[in-house]
């Protein structure tokens, strides 16, 4: 026969676990204390249970007094373990917002910014310039073939840019190109004129390195091929463009030679009180024509090259080709 349990006993037994449980959380120093405090006082194997445990020895008109007292207290403890619970997250919050402060005032880190290297940032001004009067971009292989980088530009088989002393064989038929002139062949090749492009690329010599020479540089290549176009537009697109390039600068056409133009020309610009030549151009030779079997009679057009190394070197008064190969930051760092 199991000891008899009072009402009073287990009512005092109730409001103890109920004084006990203010302390007890108010003194709860941590998230995870709080917890363990709640499992002991209202978990299936905490303080409550064992009390309400023994209510089965309580006479029947007695128990519902003491489950309706146990679901009070149950309801105020929990109510109290919440806001217990609130207070400690927050002040959490609080000292990792302290602890963690961000300065927006701060200075930032110093971040050194990238920037296109100068002869990119020349040519595609050049290109720009181009696109503006309506020209597009195309683009060839810097290895070619004997056929498009002299035979298809009217270029004689005994021309000095054909000598293994001027032109980096790869092969018996590989060359590097020695300048942009055989996209000219390439585009006409694959489009029908009327034709409006402008070709930037890396072209390559076996010259010895000096201030002014580099074994690889770069041109950027005008083709305008249509129906009526005589010299007068060759003259005004190149006045454009180094005007829209250079500014308002003194310019002269000087007669040259070259095997793809006829009449060809070489441009100078008056820069600093010398003559620097900047282009060659032309009118686009009839043989040139006739060899990808367009008719000279209907179609004519002009051509140009420009050296961007020239450009680059005039706009920024730099003395010496070497310098923008070399990679050095203390230079490259100015533009
Ligand atoms: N291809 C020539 C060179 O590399 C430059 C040149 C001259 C290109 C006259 C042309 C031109 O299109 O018409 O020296």
């Known amino acids: ?24 959380i108010d003194a709860a120093a941590t998230e995870a204390d709080l917890e363990a405090l709640r499992v002991s006082l209202l978990g299936k194997k905490g303080r409550l249970s064992a009390i309400l445990g ?15 007292r146990a679901n009070g207290l149950k309801e105020r403890v929990q109510t109290q373990l919440e806001d217990r619970m609130d207070r400690l997250q927050s002040s959490a919050m609080a000292e990792r917002l302290d602890r963690e402060r961000l300065d927006v005032t701060a200075p930032p880190s110093f971040i050194p910014p990238g920037h296109r290297h100068p002869l990119i940032a020349t040519t595609e001004e050049i290109v720009d310039i181009f696109a503006g009067l309506g020209y597009r971009v195309s683009e060839g292989p810097e ?8 035979t298809a530009l009217n270029i004689p088989p ?47 010599r076996r010259d010895a390195v000096d201030a002014t020479h580099s074994p690889v540089f770069h041109q950027v290549e005008v083709l305008a091929l249509d129906e009526g176009l005589d010299f007068s537009h ?12 250079f500014g308002d600068l003194p310019v002269r056409f000087r007669a040259s030679y070259f095997p793809f133009t006829e009449p060809s020309a070489e441009v100078d610009v008056q820069w600093r009180g010398r003559w620097l030549e900047v282009m060659g ?17 209907r179609w004519s057009g002009f051509a140009a090259g420009l050296g961007v190394e020239r450009f ?6 730099i003395d010496d080709i070497r310098r923008l190969f070399t990679s050095d930051l203390r230079f490259l760092d100015q533009f």
């Open 158 to 204: 005994n021309h000095p840019a054909r000598d293994m002393q001027d032109t980096f064989y790869l092969g018996a038929d590989r060359l590097l190109r020695t300048h942009t002139s055989p996209v000219q062949i390439r585009h006409l090749e694959a489009h029908a004129p009327p034709v409006r492009i402008v070709v930037p690329g890396r072209v390559y």
């Open 281 to 297: 151009c032309g009118m686009v030779d009839p043989a040139v024509l006739e060899g990808l079997g367009l008719d000279p009679q």
């Open 54 to 68: 023994s209510m089965g020895r309580l006479g029947p008109d007695e128990r519902p007094l003491v489950g309706q």
């Open 312 to 317: 680059c070197m005039v706009r920024h008064g």
């Open 1 to 24: 026969m199991s000891a008899t349990v009072s009402l009073q006993q287990l009512t005092d037994q109730l409001a103890d676990l109920e004084s006990a449980s203010v302390e007890a």
């Open 143 to 150: 290895i070619e073939s004997d056929h498009y980088n002299f």
């Open 234 to 245: 060759l003259r005004g697109t190149v006045m454009a463009f180094l005007k829209a390039f």
